[in-house]
């Protein structure tokens, strides 16, 4: 698709079909490593290409569109921990959020130890952790994405992974 190379398809309808079709089933993937929820993660997809649709007459430069779209699968990412946490406050704590079925019976032992330690983590933590090590994204390419500076990204990274390790070497 032409999007990727910067110039514009012929309408908006197209161009945000196919950037869907190339990389939905990625940001899905990557808003489950962000909410733990596979019915939140493919909800915050689909309005970050709503959105995308919606403001696509002002975007000027086409080749970010998917840097875009991950800001606001982060965002959205965001705002369905905070109506967690409203609704936490308003009954009773309900579990953890639970990863899909389907990721269960594809996932080890060892894999769903880590989701489950990631899912614990502070949501800066995950995040940098999801932008660098689930989409290979650059110091500077999830600091834009976060809006921090790079050193806080490498920080949180540290801070994260040294988290990680001492979780998973407590577990049985």
């Not at 490593?33 to 993660?41: E, F, H, K, P, R």
């Not at 403001?55 to 990412?77: F, K």
């Not at 899912?119 to 994405?145: C, F, G, H, M, T």
């Given at each position: 698709?032409?999007v ?21 089933l990625?940001?899905v ?17 689909q ?6 649709y919606r ?5 000027r430069?086409?080749?970010?569109v998917?840097a ?13 921990h ?22 269960a ?20 933590q ?37 988290t ?9």
């Amino acid at each position: 698709m032409t999007v990727h190379s910067g110039s514009v398809p012929a309408s908006a309808e197209d161009a945000v079909e196919e950037l869907y079709r190339v990389h939905a089933l990625g940001l899905v993937r990557f808003a489950l490593m962000l909410t733990g929820d596979q019915v939140t993660a493919e909800d915050v997809v689909q309005e970050a290409f709503i959105g995308l649709y919606r403001r696509w007459d002002r975007i000027r430069d086409h080749a970010s569109v998917l840097a875009y779209l991950r800001t606001a699968v982060v965002n959205g990412a965001r705002s369905a921990h905070r109506s967690r946490k409203r609704a936490g406050m308003l009954r009773l704590p309900a579990d953890p959020p639970a990863w899909s079925a389907e990721a269960a019976a594809l996932d080890g032992e060892e894999r769903r130890a880590v989701h489950a330690a990631v899912s614990r983590l502070p949501r800066r933590q995950r995040e940098v952790l999801a932008l660098k090590y689930y989409l290979d994204l650059a110091e500077n390419e999830i600091a834009a994405i976060l809006r921090i500076s790079r050193g806080t990204v490498s920080t949180t990274a540290a801070r994260a992974l040294a988290t990680l390790s001492k979780q998973l070497k407590e577990e049985p």
